[in-house]
């Protein structure tokens, strides 16, 4: 009989036999293998964590203990202990149930997460306030080996480190990032692993333990001495032990057993934080994900039996054009180097990594770190190339300002993932790339409508002397409109795709395919929209902006971005300083975070579809011509 229907919520779970327990994690990887089939979603790391949440859920008393999941994109199995296999079926779909935790679906997820290495610094704050308020509970933070190359992990461990402050950390090591997970520490975790000899959980949990002053039933009678005389001789963990953590383990994160006990004993000790290191497959029971961890990563819907994707598009993403151009670029000029914060093949540098080894560098999850490394390798002469998601580039918001536009550095970043982005929802989305970017005094910031555009505007970066963002949508949008005057991208020119004399329409990125398209039902309408395309955000085109304001034609700026802040508010600012005396009406994202779901459900519900623009656009132009033209 399936035991998996009968679990809802942890108590279920704490009920079972080990037998049982067997059971259930066969049942909760078919479900897992299943529903990622179909709606796509992050399928190895979910595979490889199973037992380890299981083993949580037995020992640990959520949601009163609180257990907080870095990035959170291994929580299905919890997600499917705690009440919610029902919506499990809809997982990433629009209203239908988060590929990350998210406190609205359930009380179980403590935080709605995305983005790495935050759960040590969100656990200690948790920690913190159940001792102001002096409440017991646990609270367990799981982060795995990818994570920890964040330097965040170590600012919130030196900090709880240096306290008596009872908090459990649990390091799921499975040697991997989204690749082959990198740098000192990760060679450090194998060490840690090497060393251990595999002798035995419980002797080695013995072990441990023993090194612990004054827990639960285990207290040694001499356990101070013995700690004492242990520590002088043991370096298993001393990173963690320096920081002020006691480490135990490593521990196979396959054995529900092994690891309920460890927990167990985890919750005795009141006095100083725990580092459990446990060790895990990634992909562990689905065979090809074993053998191809990075690939199954993250994934769109595939085929059980054989791995490949139920819909081949054979499209090239905009994340692989940006990444040839690179190539090319660095073929031509020795100074390029590239970067990657673990994300090599997500940005499309994996043929650049090949090429040019010895000018690739994969500095792990630590964005920050990149953008000032960069500036060091500009200062020295070379061409650095960062690409990185718009959305996690946020985290080094500051390294932009004060590491490389301050000192006014020819860095450049790609900025890929800009707009909305889908299935992984408000974690993911780029809408804030123009409001974040776009005030910063030095910065090039470009926008290219399509495929041929990034080509271009890879290559007329190189020719820039200051830093420079290139931004672009996730999806490589095949080039569909010619500029009116036949020129190429360029640094403060934007292109006119469409005459049209009765209004204005400024637009960049995905939004000029939508423009355009709008352009043609306003058409229908006896409306004649002029469409130009802003690929440079900042600078703008003095001369087109000179133009706009003189001509006193309505402009509508849409964009698939933040509106606050926006490039329509700049434009629309400048229009008025030159005088424009005709409405500038801004399309964009209002100020909220959007859901997930497919594209074209998320663009049509922040009104951006081409036929709502067109509709948008209309009634705006209609009410202002009522007014005005006679
Ligand atoms: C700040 C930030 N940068 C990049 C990513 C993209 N990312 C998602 S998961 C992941 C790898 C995480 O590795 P690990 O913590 O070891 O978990 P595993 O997938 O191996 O289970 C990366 C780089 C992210 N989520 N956040």
């Known amino acids: ?104 679906e359930s009380e179980h997820d403590l935080f709605d997460t995305g983005h790495s290495s935050t759960a040590i610094s969100m656990a200690l704050g948790l920690a913190r306030a159940r001792d102001l308020n002096h409440e017991d509970y646990h609270v367990v933070a799981v982060v795995g080996d990818g994570a920890m190359t964040g330097g965040e992990c170590y600012e ?42 595999w002798y035995g959980g419980k002797k080695r949990l013995r072990r441990d333990l023993e090194r612990i002053p004054l827990i639960g039933t285990h207290v040694a009678n001499a356990a101070e001495k013995f700690k004492n005389m242990v520590k002088s001789v043991v370096t298993e963990g001393a990173l963690f032990e320096a920081l002020g953590f006691r480490y135990l383990g490593p521990f196979d994160g396959h054995n529900i057993d092994e690891m309920t006990h460890v927990f167990e004993e985890a919750k005795q000790v009141s006095d ?16 090809l994900a074993e053998r191809q961890p990075e690939k199954f990563h993250g994934v769109a819907p595939f085929r059980v039996e054989n791995g490949l994707k139920r819909n081949q598009s054979g499209k090239e993403s905009a994340a692989q054009v940006a990444g040839k151009a690179l190539v090319a670029l660095g073929a031509e000029d020795k100074r390029v180097v590239a970067i990657t914060a673990a994300m090599a093949g997500g940005t499309g540098l994996t043929d650049f990594s090949t090429y040019y080894p010895d000018r690739f560098f994969d500095v792990g999850i630590a964005e920050q770190h990149a953008v000032s490394m960069a ?32 000192q006014n550095l020819p860095v450049c970043i790609l900025s890929d993932h800009a707009g909305l982005v889908g299935d992984d929802g408000k974690t993911h989305h780029g809408v804030l790339s123009v409001p974040m970017l776009q005030s910063i005094p030095n910065l090039t ?93 900042k600078p703008m085109d003095e001369v087109c902006l000179g133009r706009l304001a003189k001509e006193g034609r309505p402009v509508f700026t849409v964009e698939e971005g933040e509106l606050i802040g926006g490039f329509g508010a700049e434009a629309g600012r400048r229009l008025s300083d030159l005088g424009l005396r005709a409405p500038v009406v801004t399309i964009g994202i209002e100020n909220r975070f959007i859901t997930h779901g497919a594209m074209d459900c998320l663009l049509e519900e922040c009104g951006l579809m081409p036929d709502q623009l067109a509709a948008r656009i209309e009634r705006a132009y209609r009410g202002w011509e009522n007014e005005h033209v006679r």
């Open 156 to 197: 919130a461990m030196n900090d709880a480190g240096n306290g008596h402050n009872r908090l459990i950390v649990i390091l799921n090591d499975n040697e991997m990032s989204i690749s082959q997970n990198v740098g000192a520490l990760s060679n450090y975790f194998k060490h840690l692993r090497a060393s251990a000899s």
């Open 445 to 537: 910031l470009l926008a290219p409508r399509d495929t041929e555009q990034i080509r271009q505007a890879v290559r007329a970066s190189i020719a820039l002397e200051g830093p420079c963002v290139i931004q672009y949508p996730k999806d490589g949008i095949e080039p569909y409109a010619r500029s009116l005057d036949g020129e190429g991208l360029a640094v403060g020119c934007w292109q006119r795709l469409r005459e049209g004399t009765n209004a204005v329409a400024l637009a960049y990125g995905r939004m000029t395919k939508h423009v355009l398209l709008a352009a043609e039902t306003l058409a229908g309408q006896g409306i004649e929209l002029e469409v130009i395309d802003c690929c440079s955000i």
């Open 375 to 406: 500036a060091g390798l500009a200062r020295a002469g070379m061409r650095p190339y960062f690409a990185v998601y718009s959305t996690f580039l946020q985290r080094a918001y500051d390294q932009i300002v004060h590491d490389v536009c301050l």
């Open 1 to 104: 009989m399936a035991i998996l229907p009968e679990i809802h919520g942890p108590q279920d779970v704490k009920r079972l036999s080990p037998e049982a327990c067997g059971q259930l994690a066969t049942e909760l990887r078919q479900t897992i293998i299943d529903t990622v089939s179909r709606q796509g979603g992050h399928l190895a790391s979910n595979l490889g964590d199973v037992e380890l949440i299981i083993a949580l859920h037995r020992a640990f008393d959520s949601p009163r203990d609180k257990l907080v999941f870095d990035v959170g994109h291994q929580t299905y199995a919890h997600k499917l202990l705690t009440g919610r296999q029902e919506q499990f079926s809809t997982l990433r779909s629009y209203h239908g149930m988060s590929g990350f935790p998210c406190h609205a």
């Open 272 to 287: 100083m934080p725990l580092l459990i290191h446990v060790i895990t497959k990634k992909g562990h029971g689905y065979d």
